[in-house]
Each structure stands twice: as structure tokens, then as C-alpha cells.
């Protein structure tokens, strides 16, 4: 067999053969691979039938050459392929380490939209993993091991850029099915444009299927930390705030927490600026301390719940009281800090429970009723422990 790659015309999804391809003339083919720029010879691979013979493209002395281009090597972009017959010429899926998180309330939704659709209507978008690793991009495999340019196989690399979910979707409903079943097959499209900035190309993709939060622009930011000129405090701020949200903060807790400042939270619109601009992302956390982050840490190891310390409402309370303490004139940062640190060691096992335990209230305020949220009733406990705790060290 030689080493060219054929390439099928149009997608297959359930209920047909995912390795079928193009039913073409030898002549058609020789026509359409002799118009591929990244063609320097057609050579039609003897282990492909007939029908999945279309566009092969293999370089002199069956050596891959080396390119900056987000294509992989032998794939036509005008074509749509499947996933299985990608594989079965040799191409292995790879992943950027850093990525949008699978969400699996939209795992389920695309899961019961193939059901109703009987297929995939919508392809993923891959590029080559060669492309993602020049461009500063971490790209592991399938394994989780880092993938280098020394890789002798990293130009049979492709990745994901847009379309995970349905690739989880995909497995998911494959896992489901009876051994007579067909499985049901991705197809996968190239970009159009083979010198594209993937950090963009990635943004930009996944906005037109589902609106980003802006936490979620954090995944282009941080697969461009290697990118020359990133002040690398600001690299290590963005990773920080992606873990924060990864436990399950929100995103205002986030920043909070990460910078040491509130009201600090960079709006989706600054985000998305930064994806391309040095200083704009430099500037993103301008003014900020690692004091934040020191308090993060007191409050998961005093067994505070999670879902109260990635509350906006505590998170707010526990930097404007970090503040407050240093506003007064009689303590640095640091000794705030330290101050703070104290009083979370404070909290008795029963103070622990009484802050977990925390649960939504309404109260009569100018004879209007006003619900009170378990984080706001949270902040109050801690407010009262924080109060009888300073008196005792005064």
C-alpha cells in the first residue's frame, strides 16, 4: 500500500457504511488531485476499493513534508469526511490540553438530536496537530501524553476544534447499541483557510454554536500562554481562574479569589480582545495580589462546602473584608491577610456546620418582604463569627 491518503466527498451517519467514499472515475480523481495545491502526485492506494477511491495525495520519496498549514497533509478542505475513515488511513485524534470542559447537559441534548435527526447533520472541525504545536498550542494524545514536533507520526495528528460534544454524544449512543446495530459515524471538515490562527479559529468556531460564558473564553486565552510577550503572572492569574471555575466557582468567585480583588471580572467582550492582543490580556489583571488565593485555600482546608465558597456573595464578603481591614490604616495587606487566615482557623467544627448549613430566609424590610439567598445568610454567620473573633484578639 502506498502512503497516500484518499479523501470521500460527502459524510456518512447512521445507517450507512462509514467507509464508503466517493464513487469516482480514476479520471475525475486524477483531475481534482492535480488541482490540490498540496499535491505533487496522485497515487491511488491499492487497499481501498473502488468506491472509496477520490482525491490521494502523497509527497516525493514518500517523505511528509513539513508545513505551517492547519490542513493535515493529504486532506482537501472542500471535502467532508468521517472520522472512522480518517483512522482507518492512518490519522490518530489528538486534543489541546487545555480545553472548553464537556458539558454534559449539552452531551445529552445533541445525543437526543442525532436520535431525532437519525444522524449527524452537523460535522466537527480538526486541524493538524503540527499547526497547533507551531502555534504555541500543548497538544496530547488520546493517552493525555504531551505531544512534540519530534513526534515521528505528529503530522497523522489532527484535533478537535469545534464539535467535542458531538464526538461525546457520538460514543455515548454508540455505547448503547445492540452488536446488529450500525454505529453512528462523525464527518469531519477541514477549515477554508489553511493559515488561520487556531487560538481564533477556536473562539470564533464555537461562538456560532453555543454562546460562550465568558469563563469559557478562558480556554483560547490559556492555549496562547506561549505565545512571545504574556507577562507570565498573568499566564499563571488566567490558570488559576480556570481551576477556581473548573471546582465549580462562579465566575465572578473566579477573579475574586484569583486576583485578590473584586469587582475585577473581566467582561466576555475583554475577554475575547485579549484572545489576540498581548496588552490587552496583560492588562486583564492588572492590580492584583496572590492574597485572594491564600484565603481560597483556608476555606476548602477548613471543610467549608464548596458550593459556599464559590458563591459570588462570599467570595465578595471575604476580599471586601481583606480590604476593609487595610482601608482602616491599621494593617498591610499582608497582616490582613494573616488576619483573615486566623479567623478561618478559628471556626470550630459546630461554626463549620452552622456556615454549611446555611439556608435561605425572607425578612420584612419598610414592610416589603425580601428574600435573603443561603450564600447571603452564609456571609452573615461568617460576618457574626468574623465580629466576636476580632474583639477576642484585640
Not at 101 to 110: A, F, L, M, T
Not at 131 to 141: H, K
Not at 341 to 346: A, L, M, W
Request: charged residues 25%; aromatic residues 6%.
Amino acid at each position: 500500500m502506498s502512503n497516500s491518503f484518499s479523501a470521500p466527498s460527502s459524510h456518512n451517519s447512521r445507517g450507512t457504511d462509514p467507509n464508503n467514499g466517493v464513487q469516482e472515475s480514476n479520471e475525475q480523481v486524477m483531475k481534482e488531485g492535480n488541482a490540490h495545491e498540496a499535491s505533487t502526485q496522485i497515487d491511488i492506494p491499492t487497499a481501498l476499493d473502488e468506491n472509496e477511491q477520490a482525491i490521494a495525495v502523497s509527497s516525493p520519496a514518500n517523505t511528509a513534508p513539513k508545513t505551517t498549514s492547519i490542513i493535515p497533509i493529504g486532506i482537501d478542505p472542500s471535502r467532508i469526511y468521517t472520522i472512522d475513515w480518517l483512522k482507518k488511513q492512518g490519522f490518530k485524534k489528538a486534543r489541546l490540553r487545555i480545553n472548553r470542559g464537556i458539558n454534559p447537559r449539552d452531551v445529552k441534548k445533541k445525543m437526543k438530536s442525532i436520535k431525532r435527526s437519525l444522524g449527524i447533520i452537523s460535522p466537527t472541525m480538526m486541524v493538524s496537530a503540527r499547526a497547533c504545536l507551531e502555534q504555541g498550542l500543548d497538544v496530547e494524545d488520546e493517552n493525555g501524553d504531551l505531544l512534540t514536533l519530534d513526534n515521528p507520526d505528529i503530522d497523522l495528528y489532527i484535533v478537535t476544534i469545534d464539535g467535542q460534544h458531538r464526538e461525546e454524544a457520538v460514543a455515548s449512543l454508540n455505547r448503547e447499541l445492540k452488536p446488529d446495530d450500525i454505529p453512528y459515524s462523525i464527518p469531519v471538515i477541514f477549515p477554508q483557510v489553511r493559515n488561520a490562527n487556531i487560538v481564533t479559529l477556536l473562539g470564533e468556531s464555537n461562538i456560532s454554536t453555543r454562546p460562550w460564558k465568558g469563563i469559557e473564553y478562558l480556554t483560547p486565552l490559556l492555549n496562547g500562554l506561549n505565545i512571545p510577550g504574556v507577562n507570565e503572572d498573568v499566564s499563571e492569574t488566567l490558570k488559576i481562574v480556570y481551576k477556581y471555575a473548573k471546582d465549580g466557582c462562579s465566575e465572578i468567585a473566579a477573579w475574586s479569589y484569583a486576583t485578590g480583588t473584586y469587582k475585577r471580572q473581566p467582561t466576555a467582550s475583554r475577554l475575547y480582545a485579549a484572545q489576540t492582543d498581548v496588552k490587552t490580556r496583560n492588562d486583564l489583571t492588572a492590580g492584583s495580589n496572590k492574597f485572594g488565593r491564600a484565603i481560597y485555600a483556608d476555606l476548602q482546608e477548613a471543610k467549608i462546602e464548596q458550593r459556599i465558597i464559590g458563591s459570588k456573595e462570599v467570595s465578595s464578603w471575604f476580599i471586601e473584608k481583606l480590604h476593609e481591614l487595610v482601608s482602616d490604616g491599621k494593617k498591610t495587606l499582608e497582616e490582613a491577610t494573616e488576619t483573615i487566615h486566623g479567623f478561618i482557623k478559628s471556626l470550630t467544627d459546630s461554626k463549620v456546620a452552622a456556615i454549611n448549613q446555611s439556608g435561605g430566609r425572607t425578612e420584612e424590610i419598610n414592610g416589603a418582604s425580601h428574600k435573603l439567598s443561603r450564600y447571603h445568610v452564609a456571609c452573615e454567620t461568617f460576618n457574626s463569627f468574623l465580629s466576636d473573633y476580632l474583639k477576642n484578639i484585640e
